[in-house]
């Protein structure tokens, strides 16, 4: 394409920094870019159900529920991309209050994950220790009744989510993935994987997640949106995070949830959703530095996320490849 320019005036601005020097061409942008994603940096999170068929997600197109056979399938195709993780979500044929399928020998979670591990031994498989999918109300854990209200009884969870978290090591999952929010299921967790004899599987906090509104498709799609109420009683408030603070850690919320006891300095913390808490994922990497500890960061980008992505392509706002990797690099920028 040719482009007739008008005479160039001869004016000369008196700078002495010019940063479009290295914006010039693309050779020069890629050499000083900071962040540079590859596949073997994702997360593939799959929704495993206990029949035969693969059942699409309406609220997220593209995506489906798989079952076991049809999971190790995509595992494969998802190897050959380079995508060496995945993190499983199951969705049970049962449901009662206790979410006993969580951590049966024979739940959904424990049998993909030994079929996927028996045909991919290469794959990192990530199980999701969460009792939402399984209890036939849609909560996070048994239900008690404070205060009249009826909430989630945090110390039976506990419990629960242990015997979960073994139940999945035990079935050969590589990293458990408490996702509850309940108090103190880090160190109830870790202390059972210990005993257990799994003192090598890692625990991979949601060490902050937010109740948001962001989560509608990935709830319909693991089956767990609560029958009544919502999580707002154990999950985090996104717009309170800065006015409260852990009594004795002088932390907002979001950061003391990262830095509660139990946790052990190697495991990764996971914080959901990235979009609209960003911030959080610095703040808590600038705290591990002043304590001299490092470990890997995870931003969750699923859901609400993408699908924002997804409705503005359906109105032919954009092409889906650059705005969907936009969100991807500044979740990297903030250090996962």
């Given at each position: 394409?040719?482009?007739?320019?008008?005479?160039?005036?001869?004016?000369?601005?008196?700078?002495?920094?010019?940063?479009?020097?290295?914006?010039?061409?693309?050779?020069?942008?890629?050499?000083?870019?900071?962040?540079?994603?590859?596949?073997?940096?994702?997360?593939?999170?799959?929704?495993?159900?206990?029949?035969?068929?693969?059942?699409?997600?309406?609220?997220?197109?593209?995506?489906?529920?798989?079952?076991?056979?049809?999971?190790?399938?995509?595992?494969?195709?998802?190897?050959?991309?380079?995508?060496?993780?995945?993190?499983?979500?199951?969705?049970?044929?049962?449901?009662?209050?206790?979410?006993?399928?969580?951590?049966?020998?024979?739940?959904?979670?424990?049998?993909?994950?030994?079929?996927?591990?028996?045909?991919?031994?290469?794959?990192?498989?990530?199980?999701?220790?969460?009792?939402?999918?399984?209890?036939?109300?849609?909560?996070?854990?048994?239900?008690?009744?404070?205060?009249?209200?009826?909430?989630?009884?945090?110390?039976?969870?506990?419990?629960?989510?242990?015997?979960?978290?073994?139940?999945?090591?035990?079935?050969?999952a590589d990293i458990v993935a408490p996702s509850?929010?309940?108090?103190?299921?880090?160190?109830?967790?870790?202390?059972?994987?210990?005993?257990?004899?799994?003192?090598?599987?890692?625990?991979?906090?949601?060490?902050?997640?937010?109740?948001?509104?962001?989560?509608?498709?990935?709830?319909?799609?693991?089956?767990?949106?609560?029958?009544?109420?919502?999580?707002?009683?154990?999950?985090?408030?996104?717009?309170?995070?800065?006015?409260?603070?852990?009594?004795?850690?002088?932390?907002?919320?979001?950061?003391?949830?990262?830095?509660?006891?139990?946790?052990?300095?190697?495991?990764?913390?996971?914080?959901?959703?990235?979009?609209?808490?960003?911030?959080?994922?610095?703040?808590?990497?600038?705290?591990?530095?002043?304590?001299?500890?490092?470990?890997?960061?995870?931003?969750?980008?699923?859901?609400?996320?993408?699908?924002?992505?997804?409705?503005?392509?359906?109105?032919?706002?954009?092409?889906?490849?650059?705005?969907?990797?936009?969100?991807?690099?500044?979740?990297?920028?903030?250090?996962?």
């Amino acid at each position: 394409m040719t482009i007739s320019l008008p005479p160039r005036p001869d004016v000369r601005a008196d700078l002495t920094d010019r940063p479009r020097r290295t914006r010039r061409t693309p050779a020069l942008r890629s050499l000083t870019r900071e962040i540079s994603l590859s596949a073997a940096q994702f997360i593939y999170p799959m929704f495993i159900h206990e029949g035969q068929d693969e059942q699409p997600i309406a609220s997220m197109p593209g995506v489906s529920r798989y079952s076991v056979a049809g999971a190790v399938a995509r595992v494969g195709e998802a190897l050959s991309l380079g995508v060496n993780t995945v993190v499983l979500f199951g969705i049970p044929n049962s449901k009662d209050a206790q979410g006993t399928q969580a951590y049966a020998d024979q739940g959904i979670v424990q049998v993909a994950t030994r079929a996927i591990k028996a045909a991919h031994p290469g794959v990192s498989v990530i199980a999701d220790t969460c009792l939402c999918e399984y209890t036939d109300h849609g909560h996070c854990g048994p239900l008690c009744e404070i205060g009249g209200e009826v909430t989630v009884d945090n110390d039976a969870a506990l419990e629960l989510l242990a015997h979960t978290a073994v139940s999945q090591a035990r079935a050969g999952a590589d990293i458990v993935a408490p996702s509850a929010m309940m108090d103190g299921q880090i160190g109830a967790i870790r202390t059972a994987l210990d005993a257990a004899g799994f003192t090598h599987v890692p625990v991979m906090s949601y060490a902050v997640k937010y109740a948001s509104a962001y989560y509608g498709p990935f709830r319909d799609a693991a089956g767990s949106t609560p029958s009544f109420g919502n999580r707002g009683g154990y999950q985090m408030d996104p717009a309170g995070g800065q006015a409260r603070r852990r009594a004795g850690r002088g932390l907002p919320d979001g950061q003391a949830g990262a830095a509660l006891p139990g946790r052990d300095p190697g495991d990764p913390r996971r914080l959901r959703p990235a979009s609209g808490g960003l911030q959080r994922v610095g703040r808590v990497r600038d705290g591990q530095g002043r304590r001299g500890r490092w470990h890997a960061r995870r931003a969750a980008h699923r859901a609400g996320d993408p699908d924002l992505v997804q409705a503005r392509r359906g109105r032919r706002h954009h092409d889906l490849p650059r705005p969907g990797r936009r969100p991807l690099a500044a979740r990297g920028r903030t250090g996962p």
